[in-house]
């Protein structure tokens, strides 16, 4: 059983000698069509990883949980939301009526991954030296196949076209088989 992580306090940079310097955990976003997103995170600012085994002699099974906090992505916002449509209820932007989406904002949710682990291995039990220290290990990641959550992101803005937070994997859960031998 254990823990292992880390909680950002700042993230202090300046872009030019003499500009003003930035806290990328403190930052005033550009306004959502009228919603202000003021002294928001634009980072994850805590990451860890727990795990927890149990082993029995050839064999341990051991499970991970990922976690990575929620923050406000940088990418602007789609453009008929929050008051800024030309009729009510209406998708197209411009105007001053009520939109189909109110309160939009850029955040992000926390983000929650499984990871299982099983595995055998033959020890000095076997007779045959060849079989002897051989390792198998079966491996869940993201075990409850958790895709990232929406963010609007048009090619425009200097990412690759997708509907979804491309700083999390997308490619859902993933099985592995791993073969180990030690002399």
């Known amino acids: 059983m254990g823990s292992t992580g880390t909680y950002y306090l700042r993230r202090y940079s300046l872009l030019v000698p ?5 806290d990328g955990f403190h930052a005033d976003l550009n306004a959502n069509n009228g919603l202000a997103q ?13 795990r927890l085994g149990w082993s ?22 789609p453009p008929n939301v929050n008051s800024a449509c030309i009729a009510a209820g209406s998708p197209v932007a411009g105007g001053t009526f009520p939109c189909l989406i109110n309160n939009y904002s850029n955040i992000q949710p926390p983000w929650y991954t499984f990871d299982l682990s099983m595995g055998y291995d033959t020890g000095d039990t076997p007779a045959n030296d060849y079989l002897k220290h051989v ?40 099985f592995a088989v ?4 030690t002399w």
């Not at 050839?58 to 406000?72: C, E, K, L, P």
């Not at 290990?137 to 997708?162: E, K, V, W």
């Not at 791993?178 to 031998?181: F, G, P, S, Y």
């Open 38 to 50: 003021n002294g928001v995170e634009t980072l994850p600012r805590m990451r860890y990883r727990a």
């Open 18 to 22: 003499g500009s003003t310097v930035t």
């Open 178 to 181: 791993t073969l180990t031998k």
């Open 56 to 77: 029995n002699g050839a064999w341990s099974v051991t499970g991970f949980m990922d976690y990575q906090s929620h923050y406000y992505h940088t990418q602007s916002s």
């Open 135 to 174: 390792g198998v290990q079966f491996i869940i990641q993201n075990l409850m196949g958790i895709h990232p959550a929406f963010q609007y992101g048009p090619s425009n803005t200097g990412r690759t076209i997708a509907a979804f937070d491309i700083l999390k994997g997308d490619q859902g859960r993933t």
